[in-house]
Nanobody, 115 residues
Framework: QVQLVESGGGLVQPGGSLRLSCAASGIIFSIYHMGWFRQAPGKQRELVAIITSDGTTNFADSVKGRFTVSRDNAKNTVYLQMNSLIPEDTAVYYC?????????WGQGTQVTVSS
């Protein structure tokens, strides 16, 4: 069974940091592109960051310079390091694993940025 399990979400104050993790099982992790999406109440789901199987990264303009995405193929895990958090980052964050003909999604983890 394919599973993507996110962890690391929670409540933080503006200016704080969180590191989200996504542990994958049931796939050949090293050949999948991995990504992070988020969805805030009343807003469209948006792509936050992606890291390809060969390590190329891209970020949404709203998080560029504040977030970093990385992967550890030996641990079947992708990370999203979130720094300088602002209230607008509040959302459910989802991990994705992508191939040309197959996508998988995690259950999501809540990130709330509030004072």
């Amino acid at each position: 069974q394919v599973q993507l399990v996110e962890s690391g979400g929670g409540l933080v104050q503006p200016g704080g940091s969180l590191r989200l993790s996504c542990a994958a099982s049931g796939i050949i992790f090293s050949i999948y592109h991995m990504g992070w999406f988020r969805q805030a109440p009343g807003k469209q789901r948006e792509l936050v960051a992606i890291i390809t199987s060969d390590g190329t990264t891209n970020f949404a303009d709203s998080v560029k310079g504040r977030f970093t995405v990385s992967r550890d193929n030996a641990k079947n895990t992708v990370y999203l390091q979130m720094n300088s958090l602002i209230p607008e980052d509040t959302a459910v964050y989802y991990c994705t694993a992508r191939r040309p003909r197959m996508d998988y999604w995690g259950q999501g983890t809540q990130v709330t940025v509030s004072s």
